[in-house]
Nanobody, 125 residues
């Protein structure tokens, strides 16, 4: 069982930056692949970024590639999402998710077993 708690969301102007964090409970954090997803009002939850259990491989949605960076610290049971050059279309609730360790990251919500409660990110002037 893994419990996930996101933090770091807020209101930011276009072009600004935010750093989301996800704190995980449990002793087996390093055995999980981690992902970030987002859901805008009235839309489906979509993939943003993923990182494998060791941190050796990262994956990004085309819409955020070059602007967002996912990272993890297994010693501190945390995963981060650094978001730069934010755009209004990045506005959404951002969710952290944990799934079984695999050699590749997944973009599919069904591949993740545990989810956080979400943190709101609003990009607006």
């Amino acid at each position: 069982q893994v419990q996930l708690v996101e933090s770091g969301g807020g209101l930011v102007q276009p072009g600004g930056s935010l750093r989301l964090s996800c704190a995980a409970s449990g002793r087996t954090f390093s055995s999980y692949n981690m992902g970030w997803f987002r859901q805008a009002p009235g839309k489906e939850r979509v993939f943003v970024a993923a990182i494998t259990w060791s941190g050796g491989n990262t994956y990004y949605a085309d819409s955020v590639k070059g602007r967002f960076t996912i990272s993890r610290d297994n010693a501190k049971n945390t995963v981060h999402l650094q978001m730069n050059s934010l755009k209004p279309e990045d506005t959404a609730v951002y969710y952290c998710a944990a799934g079984p360790a695999r050699p590749y990251g997944s973009q599919v919500t069904a591949d993740y077993d545990y989810w956080g409660q979400g943190t709101q990110v609003t990009v607006s002037s």
